[in-house]
T-cell receptor, first 114, second 115 residues
Framework: GDSVTQMEGPVTLSEEAFLTINCTYT??????LFWYVQYPGEGLQLLLK???ADDKGSNKGFEATYRKETTSFHLEKGSVQVSDSAVYFC?????????????WGAGTKLIIKP | DTAVSQTPKYLVTQMGNDKSIKCEQN?????MYWYKQDSKKFLKIMFS???????INETVPNRFSPKSPDKAHLNLHINSLELGDSAVYFC??????????????FGPGTRLTVL
């Protein structure tokens, strides 16, 4: 079945460091890909998404490119801030799934130190 | 103003009790979901309703029973609570099933602790 694999956390970085959180997927067909973020004590929010190969999603300085050849959707940010500390979830939705269910990665906790 | 709201935010109860968590969305969405997030932050879908009809029912003990009185509400009733039910439960909604790019909007979560 479809699945999403994220790098294990926590990932600890200093402020202004470059961030990469890896995400790879397994799916039939052409899924849409998402990154959600969960700030401490809150629900998940959509951060960015991409719906087809080579699309780049971007928001709040974060970017991720849908790479079909490597089945990846890695999240990047050039200069992180303390306020980026959160748990990040990679997810996919497969158009071949009649329920359009989101398949979630396990989440990666990001800790940014001042 | 809140798009997806859940009550209560915290719930502490004894094993064996029955409890309910309520969810409401004011976005006009057709589809609502319940997720369970365990202590390791792993997110697992439990149920999904579209226009008050159950469409996803993952392997969840039948002690858990969702109820959707209308498409803006999806409540979760849990019977005979067990220690392993302790988790954060998130409600979410999305416009519908028609689009694969549909964004899900999440509530703030209900932290359930079973003693």
């Amino acid at each position: 079945g479809d699945s999403v694999t994220q790098m294990e956390g926590p990932v600890t970085l200093s402020e202004e460091a470059f961030l990469t959180i890896n995400c790879t997927y397994t799916a039939t067909g052409y899924p849409s890909l998402f990154w959600y973020v969960q700030y401490p004590g809150e629900g998940l929010q959509l951060l960015l998404k991409a719906t087809k190969a080579d699309d780049k999603g971007s928001n709040k300085g974060f970017e991720a490119t849908y790479r079909k050849e490597t089945t990846s959707f890695h999240l990047e940010k050039g200069s992180v801030q303390v306020s980026d500390s959160a748990v990040y979830f990679c997810a996919l939705r497969n158009t071949m799934d009649s329920n359009y269910q989101l398949i979630w990665g396990a989440g990666t906790k990001l800790i940014i130190k001042p | 103003d809140t798009a997806v709201s859940q009550t209560p935010k915290y719930l502490v109860t004894q094993m064996g009790n029955d409890k309910s968590i309520k969810c409401e969305q004011n976005l006009g969405h057709d589809t609502m979901y319940w997720y369970k997030q365990d202590s390791k932050k792993f997110l697992k879908i439990m149920f999904s309703y579209n226009n008050k009809e159950l469409i996803i029912n993952e392997t969840v003990p039948n002690r858990f029973s969702p109820k959707s009185p209308d498409k803006a509400h999806l409540n979760l009733h849990i019977n005979s609570l067990e220690l392993g039910d302790s988790a954060v439960y998130f409600c979410a909604s999305s416009q519908g099933l028609a689009g694969s790019t549909d964004t899900q909007y999440f509530g703030p979560g209900t932290r359930l602790t079973v003693l």
